[in-house]
């Protein structure tokens, strides 16, 4: 099916373990986005990339590390994972000359850290 | 860092009735301003967007004012029905950075 898709949807971790959160886009968007939405903070920009082997920090990066080897692939991993990343996290995508307003995104992985 | 706000986190309104969400930003150099409508186990949806050279931009049945003096941005939606019942959020761009409001629940009573 066309679209972005996050998986898993929900997943429950201990502290200290490594956990990735897939994201896939059947548009071939050069841009790709990680976000986490936490209450009282509203979504920030944990990394984005800009195409494939380019990737940049957001606002919060740290604790996370990202790769973008295929553009329609970007996985995002906590290498060691803490009850402060428990989060609903968001990827989206977008392609170039698109309008910010144009990034389409998933529905969400619910991460509990325990 | 930014500041965006939101002054309600709550909104109840009418079946039919206008609905207006407030959003408070701290930062005069943003340029760009968007909302956003999350419903529940879902991801964020653009609505509507305004540049900071405008004071007001106009959508199906959404508006959205910009008072740059106050740094305030509201989101308008007239003859509210029970679809629009989701989590409203402001988003606001400085550079190449986005940041967002952390959103109002709006509920529409049948």
């Known amino acids: 099916d066309a679209g972005i898709t996050q998986s898993p949807r929900y997943k429950i971790t201990e502290t200290g373990r490594q956990v990735t959160l897939m994201c896939h886009q059947t548009?071939?968007?050069?841009?790709m986005f990680w976000y986490r939405q936490d209450l009282g903070h509203g979504l920030r920009l944990i990394y984005y990339?800009?195409?494939?082997?380019?990737?940049d920090k957001g606002e919060v990066p740290d604790g996370y590390v990202v790769s973008r080897s295929k553009t329609e692939n970007f996985p995002l991993t906590l290498e060691s994972a803490t009850r402060s990343q428990t989060s609903v996290y968001f990827c989206?995508?977008?392609?170039?000359?698109?309008?910010?307003?144009?990034?389409?995104f998933g529905q969400g992985t619910r991460l509990t850290v325990v | 860092g930014e500041s965006v706000g939101l002054h309600l986190p709550t909104l109840s309104v009418q079946e039919g009735d206008n609905s207006i969400i407030n959003c408070a930003y701290s930062n005069s150099a943003s340029d760009y301003f968007i909302w956003y409508k999350q419903e529940s186990g879902k991801g964020p949806q653009f609505i509507i967007d305004i540049r900071s050279n405008m004071d007001k931009r106009q959508g199906q049945r959404v508006t959205v004012l910009l008072n740059k003096t106050v740094k305030h941005l509201s989101l308008q939606i007239a003859a509210t029905q029970p679809g629009d019942s989701a989590v409203y959020f402001c988003?606001?761009?400085?550079?190449?950075?986005?940041?967002f409001g952390t959103g109002t629940s709006l509920t529409v009573i049948p």
């Open positions: 988003a606001e761009r400085d550079g190449n950075q986005f940041y």
């Open positions: 989206a995508s977008k392609d170039r000359g698109m309008r910010d307003t144009e990034a389409f």
């Open positions: 548009w071939s968007h050069s841009y």
């Open positions: 990339s800009a195409a494939a082997d380019i990737t």
